[in-house]
């Protein structure tokens, strides 16, 4: 599938730089490039875009502000100078955060992200299925049972980082891998109790034990920074803080 992405930046050389990137990589289309937030909204009227690419500091209308406005957003990737705003953006369900001046290996893993999310959201999702791995024997507390690609797994708890979830689907990351599965995080968080476990985001639940550091109000677990949600706040990072 090939993902109609939308340039919505200020910057004529930042412009330049993101469709430079775009036509490297196989699976994107520029669909087209605006230099404000209004002159996108017929673009996205149409249904014609997948996937956006969002300054922040832009004339008239913010990008946040912009994000904010729209009832049935597409996929955004936030590409701006100003890391204050990074909590925010993904509070807005923003697909990855990118500082200016971006490398193109940050940008090729953000555009992987929303690639997953693409395919996630289709009726022919292919989903991205960690290797068979035969359960430890241990007891039945210490692993989630879920199920993927016509296969039930038992993941041991002690090998989970976090949980992230993207609709009507999770994905598990692990020690050995990705596990995505038809599931809810609902179930999930109620499977997962504390204090070994925590829901810090609607979109992610942790394992509080692969925690590295707490910067700001967000979370660095594995290679992620993920972020705590603004209703979470109140109860989780005092826990965190312990």
């Known amino acids: 599938m090939n993902a109609r992405c939308l340039i919505v930046d200020d910057e004529p050389l930042a412009q330049r730089v993101v469709e430079k990137y775009i036509e490297q990589i196989p699976v994107l289309a520029l669909a087209g490039k605006c230099s404000c937030a209004m002159d996108a909204i017929p673009y996205l009227t149409g249904g014609g875009v997948d996937l956006v690419f969002l300054d922040i500091n832009m004339p008239t209308l913010t990008g946040v502000d912009f994000l904010r406005s729209l009832k049935n957003p597409p996929l955004v990737i936030i590409t701006t100078a100003y890391p204050e705003y990074a909590i925010e953006g993904f509070e807005l369900d923003a697909v990855d955060y990118l500082l200016k001046p971006i490398p193109f290996e940050r940008f090729f893993k953000a555009v992987n992200k929303a690639i997953e999310r693409l395919r996630l959201g289709t009726a022919q999702a292919v989903l991205a299925v960690a290797p ?111």
């Not at 430890?136 to 296969?151: F, G, I, Q, Y």
């Not at 949980?163 to 990351?173: A, N, P």
């Not at 925590?198 to 992620?224: C, P, Q, T, W």
């Open 132 to 242: 068979s791995v035969e359960a430890p024997h241990t007891a039945e507390s210490a692993t989630l049972t879920v199920k993927a690609d016509k296969r039930i797994y038992k993941i041991p708890l002690a090998s989970i980082f976090f949980i992230e979830g993207l609709g009507d689907y999770v994905i598990i990351h692990t020690a050995k891998g990705k596990i995505t599965s038809h599931d809810t995080m609902k179930r999930l968080e109620a499977e997962l109790r504390r204090p070994d476990f925590l829901r810090i985001h609607k979109s992610y639940i942790i394992a509080v034990a692969k925690v590295e550091y707490i910067e700001g109000n967000a979370v660095k677990v594995g290679d992620e920074l993920i972020p705590v949600g603004k209703s979470y706040r109140d109860e989780v990072l005092p826990l965190l803080e312990r």
